[in-house]
């Protein structure tokens, strides 16, 4: 396990010492039944089970109809008192909206920000292309 050492942010300091997390979507009944995409909502849960935060979606209603997985999005991740406790952003990832991006290309690589409530840039996420 990571220690927690003194520079480590105010929103990580709990995720810091933890060995894994688990991800749970919320369905959303509307988006289920009409296929229309809202906005996504999730729980994260500790390995004892307890809900650690909340995460909500924030991305615009035409990116998510029209642009589909590469679209920019923004994840607030609140705590048990609904205070914010970091967030992950994201650019539209794709170089190219015309066509189809070749996945083994780092231009379309997912890269996430970790930013603080403060809008500090904490450190950044980079999926690996093969």
């Not at 997390?21 to 089970?49: D, H, P, R």
């Not at 029209?66 to 008192?81: A, E, L, N, Q, V």
């Amino acid at each position: 396990k990571p220690q927690v050492g003194l520079s480590c942010p105010d929103g990580l300091q709990y995720l810091s010492v933890l060995d894994q997390v688990f991800i749970k979507q919320k369905v959303e009944l509307f988006e289920a039944i009409c296929g229309w995409e809202s906005t996504n909502k999730y729980m994260m849960y500790n390995a004892a089970g307890q809900q650690i935060y909340f995460i909500q979606e924030k991305s615009s209603c035409f990116q998510r109809q029209c642009c589909g997985t590469p679209r920019s999005f923004k994840m607030i991740f609140t705590d048990y008192s609904g205070s914010e406790a970091f967030r992950l952003k994201r650019a539209f990832s794709c170089f190219s909206c015309w066509g189809s991006c070749c996945p083994c290309s780092d231009l379309c690589a997912n890269k996430l920000q970790v930013v603080a409530p403060n809008g500090t840039v904490m450190g950044y996420v980079k999926q690996e292309v093969a």
